[in-house]
């Protein structure tokens, strides 16, 4: 079976400050993963995925994730945040016809 | 498109009380899921269902039960309510479990 841990339930940054938001899986096989963004009263919104190829995939509002196998690590990133950002992201993992997600990160951005 | 749509949107019962959430989707996805969101715990599937016909159980499915009659429905029953399953209720689907997942607008319960 497979799980997802987020290490950081909060994270902070200053408006313009890069981001980095983590996220380790474990599953026995390749993986599928996922981030989702989830904005205050909202629903979830896919941000990117990866399946095979490519280990860096972009993803819409200028993110990114970097898959390394070895870290069994699914890291998101964006150079430069806006205030806008402030949200909850989720990492998912699916495999087994299952997709499990992780406890989510919540953003807050200092103007 | 209406996407996916979730009915009620909030509800209140009492405990011991039984009720069905709805899901409904027009985009003909075969797979289709549930999931709880609590504070602090993330996204939980509580069942999950890769075509009509066929479901399967997911990481908290105590309490909890499903059909899968036809593409475009996947309602939730609750059997028995109770406090515990006080929580915000998502719906979603997606061609498949390896693509993307849309969700519904999620259902507020509170069991009282």
């Known amino acids: 079976a497979q799980s997802v841990t987020q290490p950081d339930i909060h994270i902070t940054v200053s408006e313009g400050a890069s981001l980095e938001l983590r996220c380790n899986y474990s599953?026995?096989?390749?993986?599928?993963l996922f981030w989702y963004v989830q904005s205050p009263g909202q629903g979830l919104q896919l941000l990117l995925k990866?399946?095979?190829?490519?280990?860096l995939v972009q993803g819409i509002k200028g993110f990114e994730a970097e898959f390394k196998r070895s870290q069994s690590s699914f890291n998101l990133r964006k150079p430069s945040v806006h205030w806008s950002d402030a949200a909850e992201y989720f990492c998912?993992?699916?495999?087994?016809?299952?997709?499990?997600f992780g406890k989510g990160t919540r953003l807050h951005i200092l103007p | 498109n209406a996407g996916v749509t979730q009915t009620p949107k909030f509800q209140v019962l009492k405990t011991g009380q039984s009720m069905t959430l709805q899901c409904a989707q027009d985009?003909?996805?075969?797979?289709m899921s549930w999931y709880r969101q609590d504070p602090g715990m993330g996204l939980r599937l509580i069942h999950y269902?890769?075509?009509?016909?066929?479901?399967d159980q997911g990481e908290v499915p105590n309490g909890y039960n499903v059909s899968r009659s036809t593409t475009e429905d996947f309602p939730l029953r609750l059997l028995s309510a109770a406090p515990s399953q006080t929580s915000v209720y998502f719906c979603?689907?997606?061609?498949?479990?390896?693509?993307?997942?849309?969700f519904g607008p999620g259902t507020r319960l509170t069991v009282l």
């Open positions: 979603a689907s997606g061609i498949s479990s390896s693509n993307e997942q849309f």
């Open positions: 599953y026995g096989a390749t993986p599928y």
């Open positions: 990866y399946f095979s190829g490519d280990t």
């Open positions: 998912a993992v699916g495999g087994d016809d299952k997709i499990i």
């Open positions: 985009m003909n996805h075969e797979y």
């Open positions: 269902s890769v075509g009509a016909g066929i479901t």
